[in-house]
């Protein structure tokens, strides 16, 4: 039976920076086609790190990250949209960039306004956008390559809660719809375990997987999901392994 290479491996990683600071320590975590892991743990504990080892835009000091496609989409933490160009042309650039034709791209930047809701919004400069459609719009850039791999780097973290839960659910639906292995960033608990389907805590100091757990939910999520018992009972033990690594 042939076996299907991890979409993302991480093999016994350091990272040290020139300061001298480890960022992380050996650490080893494999994610495979499909899943959406999502990487918890307090500021420092190498996560935004991690994102950039399996996008390429660091190397590791020791160990080996290994990722299995060149199509990755890499949505940050402010939108980082350019502020002349309508939506349309935001979304468009990374497409123009990879030099595909015009028409495709056309169709492409079509497709991905109507998956993330801002087709009416498609010749609205981004100052004229609310804080979460910005941020649709900053996944609608990186949607628009097709990803196989999309790495997430705390996108949601300075909205309000409303604007956050609703944007969690789209975004799951986008999975559910794309089937894109996703690695998403977060300080939130509650936000950790409703998006992944695995959830891997770590540990600043050096920065380490201290904790993995398989997520007991269903693809289909709402807001039952978020208040059932099983939700608290996770959230409460989660919490208490940050809270004993911190201590």
């Known amino acids: 039976m042939e076996m299907t290479a991890a979409a993302v491996e991480f093999s016994d990683v350091g990272v040290r920076f020139p300061n ?26 190498g996560k935004s790190t991690l994102l950039r080892l399996a ?15 060149d199509r990755i989409g890499y949505v940050f933490q402010e939108a980082t949209l350019l502020p002349w160009l309508t939506v349309a042309r935001n979304v468009a650039l990374l497409a123009e960039l990879d030099g595909l034709p015009q028409r495709e791209v056309s169709s492409r930047v ?7 809701g801002l087709q009416d919004f498609s010749q609205n400069r981004p100052h004229q956008l609310s804080g979460g459609m910005r941020m ?3 996944l609608a850039r990186s949607l628009v390559r097709d990803p196989e791999l999309f790495l997430f780097d705390e996108p949601f973290g300075a909205l309000d809660e409303f604007t956050r839960e609703r944007l ?8 559910q719809r794309e089937r894109f292995t996703g690695v998403f960033v977060t300080h939130s608990i509650a936000e ?10 770590m540990g600043a100091h050096p920065g380490r997987i201290i904790r993995e757990y398989d997520v007991p939910f269903g693809a289909e999520r ?11 009972a996770l959230s409460s033990e989660i919490s208490d392994v940050l809270k004993g690594a911190m201590s």
């Open 192 to 201: 950790a375990i409703y998006m992944g389907t695995r959830v891997v805590v």
């Open 110 to 116: 079509a497709r991905t306004l109507e998956l993330v």
């Open 222 to 232: 709402d807001e039952h999901t978020r208040y059932s018992a099983e939700f608290a």
């Open 55 to 69: 996008s390429g835009l660091e190397s590791a000091t020791s160990g080996a990250a290994t990722v299995s496609t």
């Open 20 to 45: 001298g600071t480890t960022a992380l320590s050996r650490v080893d975590l494999t994610i495979q086609p499909g899943e959406f892991v999502t990487l918890l743990g307090p500021s420092g504990c």
């Open 136 to 138: 649709r719009a900053s």
């Open 168 to 175: 969690n659910d789209d975004l799951r639906a986008l999975w």
